[in-house]
């Protein structure tokens, strides 16, 4: 056989096994493992095998995901697919929640978060969280971002306090807005600016993972755009894992999407892939909205 026969013969039969591996994983029963790719190239998180039960609902369900330095990743799903319970077990914020029951192992840098060894408050810093409703404490703006360096013990003296919140507001791009007025109780912003303040809060400790739950939910397409923006700039610096119920807001912000169904990691793979072309049925009927 001619030698270009010979590879078109190849590359046909290589594309039928593409074909069949293809439409394996992509009518695959729910319950089997994650398609996609899990790893990432440079891995600042690893979650492993991560079960997490409320008294006897199983919200979580074997889920192993890793997460990259300088990645921003979006998860996905149907409500009550558990979106934020992982989000939570990632900083230990399920340890609140008496009922919840978490198995698996999370790593940061290599260290078990779970281990006896590790304080969740000192945890919390490294791995911080934005939540939902803007929440700033009742205090001042420069005192909500002061508050964080203040218990963690990490300005020597007023003036690098100063710095660090100054620092800190700069970055999340409100610095501007505020100076004039930063002995002003935080609850006197906007709710878009209230975010943006929380997002100071959480950078002015030296995190190394932000985990966002639905930021953007109770904002304003403007104050939306503004976090998005800050989103991408943050990404410069950090890991940022996003919940969010707007896929259009994930496209935007991500660069990998994690799809959730019924407590499992269906599909995880870079956003444009997995908006284009998903692999699992499931994914495909949620993002073309055919549930959810
Ligand atoms: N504190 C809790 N106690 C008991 N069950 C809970 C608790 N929090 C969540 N659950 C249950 O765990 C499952 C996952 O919930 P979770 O809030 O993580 O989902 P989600 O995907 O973030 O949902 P949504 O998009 O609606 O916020 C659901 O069945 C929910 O009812």
């Known amino acids: 056989m001619p030698v270009k026969d010979q590879d078109a013969n190849n590359s046909s039969a290589a594309a039928e096994t593409d074909d069949a591996a293809y439409a394996k994983e992509r009518f695959a029963a729910p319950d089997a493992a994650t398609v996609g790719t899990v790893e990432s190239a440079d891995s600042n998180m690893s979650a492993r095998d991560v079960n997490v039960w409320y008294g006897d609902i199983h919200a979580i369900?074997?889920?192993?995901?890793?997460?990259?330095?300088?990645?921003?990743?979006?998860?996905?799903?149907?409500?009550?697919?558990?979106?934020?319970?992982?989000?939570?077990?990632?900083?230990?914020?399920?340890?609140?929640i008496e009922s919840a029951r978490v198995t698996g192992q999370i790593l940061l840098d290599g260290q078990d978060i779970y281990s006896k060894d590790i304080d969740p408050v000192a945890l919390r810093a490294r791995v911080g969280m934005v939540f939902q409703k803007p929440n700033p404490f009742p205090k001042s703006i420069y005192d909500n971002v002061a508050y964080g360096p203040r218990i963690h013990g990490l300005a020597a003296s007023r003036a690098e306090l100063d710095d660090i919140v100054h620092g800190s507001l700069e970055r999340a791009g409100l610095l501007k807005e505020v100076r004039d007025r930063i002995d002003e109780p935080g609850t006197s912003l906007s709710g878009g600016q209230q975010q943006r303040l929380c997002i100071a809060r959480t950078i002015a400790v030296n995190p190394e993972v932000i985990l966002m739950d639905e930021p953007c939910s109770a904002l304003d397409p403007i104050a939306t755009a503004r976090i998005e923006d800050l989103i991408d700039e943050l990404s410069q610096n950090y890991a940022i894992v996003i919940v969010t119920h707007s896929m259009q807001q994930a496209a935007r912000v991500s660069q990998r999407v994690a799809y959730f169904h019924l407590g499992r990691l269906v599909e995880v793979d870079e956003t444009d892939r997995v908006f284009t072309n998903p692999r699992h049925k499931l994914t495909e009927d949620y993002i073309t909205g055919r549930f959810g």
């Open 61 to 96: 369900q074997g889920v192993t995901l890793e997460i990259g330095r300088n990645e921003v990743i979006a998860l996905i799903g149907p409500s009550g697919c558990g979106k934020s319970t992982f989000l939570r077990c990632l900083n230990r914020m399920n340890d609140t």
